[in-house]
């Protein structure tokens, strides 16, 4: 039991660094420290899956995840530059807003199959249209040379597309 006869919660069964109150705190701020921790917990990375990058009217921009729960397009992003972070922010949501980026050296086709990539000079991100509104992020790269893409990145695409497709369908089959 703590001050005024409140209970102390175990230190154990939080997912975050546990501080006790210090004496003499009254009912209405016990209250509000609770409904701050439970807010902290239903928004954290464990409890919530977040891989949306930008959301807009027309398209719902995310990144892919796979089956190790890894997520390589938000994580080179997150190791970008601000520079080349505000860029590729400003085509995604160009893309989730009007649908469109017409400018063919900011976004274009990636390899043979249906892939298209965001493009800030030579940082790449390719990217797939899915089923409701969706494009998704497989992973990011630097591209060195002039001319298409390296074979590699392309196979990249296609393994990580698969891993969440894949992904995706056993998430359905499950509710069901």
Known sequence: MGTRG?????????????RPLPSGIDSLYWIFWICVSLSYML????????NVAHSGPRFTIEYAIRKDATVPGQDFFNALEPRWKARLLTLYSKLADTGI???????????????FEFKAYQVRMPCYFRPGKRVVITHGF?????????????????????????RIALKERSRR
């Open 6 to 18: 409140i209970a102390q919660p175990d230190v154990g069964s939080f997912p975050f660094p546990f």
């Open 43 to 50: 928004t954290s990375q464990q409890w919530m899956e977040t």
């Open 101 to 115: 980026i017409r400018n063919k050296e900011q976004f274009n086709k990636f390899g043979v199959d249906d892939f």
């Open 142 to 166: 630097i591209k060195k040379r002039e001319g298409a893409a390296p074979q590699s990145e392309s196979e990249r695409a296609r393994n990580i597309r698969a891993e969440y497709e894949d």
